[in-house]
């Protein structure tokens, strides 16, 4: 079984449409998740500038060179603190499930945000009020997205309210939708306390979700400084022999996304991915 593999676009160099694709494609990839913000400068990606036309001009250039838009990336701080921020970000979002199949993809995908606007760690993130503001914030979009016929696709991860397989599935629970997924990435539930524990954790993450996940995320860690940091893909120490022994078995085809890995490593992690997931 061959494994379906993409990248996040704006990890390739800064590249205009017309080349963008093209270099993807050469990569022997076959999806992208689009962030439009991160990935193009030459053309207005600011709230308001979507519409059909715009959307197919750039889902047809990917489609050209057989690269699916796999997640329209629209990745926001979902609790901002100030609600008026909060209600430009959330209305950015909409505008992004609105036009999402235009552009051929029917995921749009963010994580749950922080109680800070720079968005940096704290264990703020982790008290019962980020986490019903996270359940506030989700349950419009999705209710946006079921109208639409599009699926929310949300990321868990240490920095966030939703940071452990329990909670994600917790918010699950508490949003009766199949509108809502899950993007999973199991580099981002990786913590200080559990890493030496990996087979756990992404095992639970499977019981609890597995169903539910519609792409993944593959990055890498390491430890320095007593602290997690994410790194290329196969230079660190992500058990990828486990991810993929459960990824194989029970979500076969699924969309796995590059993250976090950039020139000079994305030919040597592709390989990586490659081997591994045959092995499995």
């Not at 929310?152 to 199949?178: A, C, F, T």
Request: hydrophobic share 40%; aromatic share 10%.
């Amino acid at each position: 079984m061959e494994l379906n593999l993409g990248i996040r676009a704006h990890d390739i160099e800064n590249l205009p449409l017309e080349k963008l694709p093209k270099k993807i494609s050469g990569k022997g990839l076959s999806a992208v998740q689009l962030a439009l913000g991160k990935s193009f400068n030459d053309f207005s990606t600011a709230t308001g500038s979507l519409s059909p036309g715009y959307a197919r001009h750039i889902g047809q250039s990917f489609r050209r060179e057989n690269v699916d838009i796999a997640i329209l990336g629209c990745y926001i701080n979902m609790i901002h603190p100030d609600k008026t921020e909060r209600r430009k970000v959330l209305d950015r979002f909409k505008e992004h499930i609105r036009f999402a199949r235009d552009f051929g993809c029917s995921i749009v995908g963010t994580e749950t945000g922080c109680v800070n606007a720079k968005m940096g760690y704290t264990v703020d993130n982790f008290a019962e009020r980020p986490f019903l503001d996270v359940l506030e914030s989700v349950r419009e979009l999705v209710e946006e997205a079921e109208k639409w016929g599009v699926i929310v696709g949300i990321e868990g991860g240490i920095n966030h309210p939703v940071y452990s397989p329990k909670l994600m599935r917790r918010l699950l629970d508490n949003i009766d939708s199949n509108n809502l997924q899950v993007i999973f990435d199991p580099a981002n539930f990786m913590s200080m306390d559990n890493y030496e524990k990996q087979e756990e954790v992404i095992e639970e993450a499977f019981v609890l979700f597995g169903d539910r996940m519609v792409a993944m995320h593959a990055k890498d860690f390491v430890i320095e400084d007593s602290w997690i940091k994410m790194v290329p893909v196969g230079t660190g120490l992500l058990n990828y022999d486990v991810v993929f022994k459960h990824l194989k078995r029970r979500k076969p085809f699924i969309n796995v996304l590059l993250e976090n890995t950039r020139e000079p490593y994305i030919d040597n992690s592709i390989e990586f991915l490659r081997e591994k997931y045959q092995l499995a």
